[in-house]
Nanobody
Framework: QVRIVESGGGLVQPGGSLTLSCAASGSFWTIYAWGWYRQSPGQERELVAG???????SYANSVKGRDTISRDNDKNIMTLQMNSLKPEDTAVYFC??????????????WGQGTQVTVAS
């Protein structure tokens, strides 16, 4: 069974920085694509940043220039470095991984989320 686990959330002041990590473990061939999503109370889950199979990153307009996504294919880890954080960045951040199994099948799996709170 493949497990997706996020870490790195916490409480930071506006203008501060925080780095989130997502690790995939278990039996699989590779992680084809990664995505960071966030959800605030009463709001729909939205895409923040991610990698498709081409390994090029994409970002939501709200975080462009502030966030940087990276991946380590050997360690199966994805990170999201968040800078110049704003109160509106407050949300539960979820990691999504498109897992490619040994038979080339694809599954989209989710972690349980990590809380990011930006407040003074």
């Amino acid at each position: 069974q493949v497990r997706i686990v996020e870490s790195g959330g916490g409480l930071v002041q506006p203008g501060g920085s925080l780095t989130l990590s997502c690790a995939a473990s278990g039996s699989f061939w590779t992680i084809y694509a990664w995505g960071w999503y966030r959800q605030s109370p009463g709001q729909e889950r939205e895409l923040v940043a991610g990698f498709d199979g081409d390994s090029f990153p994409s970002y939501a307009n709200s975080v462009k220039g502030r966030d940087t996504i990276s991946r380590d294919n050997d360690k199966n880890i994805m990170t999201l470095q968040m800078n110049s954080l704003k109160p509106e960045d407050t949300a539960v951040y979820f990691c999504s991984a498109e897992v490619q199994g040994i038979n080339m099948e694809h599954r989209i799996l989710w972690g349980q989320g990590t809380q990011v709170t930006v407040a003074s």
